[in-house]
């Protein structure tokens, strides 16, 4: 996304606690092929939550043949702040093969 034009961005459903992060792939990759970017709020008092929506950002990325980014942010002044997660391409295409240097 470019800074500083508005996009629209796909929400997620994340935040309810009987999602598994398989069942969050497909709605990952719909926003991704829609919007190029998937959206989410969740309660930083469930980490669970963060570690289930990345694995299906990546999972998504899979299955899309491209490499994805995933940043998490949350509000400094409170614990108490939801954390917005945030999924998008990574810039570039995905590399093929294994690079030379981590063959040896």
């Not at 939550?49 to 998490?72: E, F, K, S, T």
Request: no cysteine; net charge positive.
């Amino acid at each position: 996304m470019a800074a500083g034009r508005a996009q629209r961005v796909a929400a997620g459903a994340a935040a309810d606690a009987h999602v598994l992060a398989e069942d969050l792939v497909p709605d990952i990759v719909q926003g991704l092929r829609q919007h190029g970017a998937y959206r989410t709020t969740l309660d930083p008092r469930q980490p669970q939550r963060l570690v289930d929506v990345r694995w299906a950002a990546l999972g998504a990325g899979r299955q899309l043949g491209r490499g994805v980014q995933v940043v998490m942010s949350r509000a400094v002044e409170t614990r108490e702040a939801p954390i917005t997660v945030l999924v998008t391409f990574v810039a570039g295409p995905r590399p093929r093969s294994i690079p030379a240097q981590r063959q040896r």
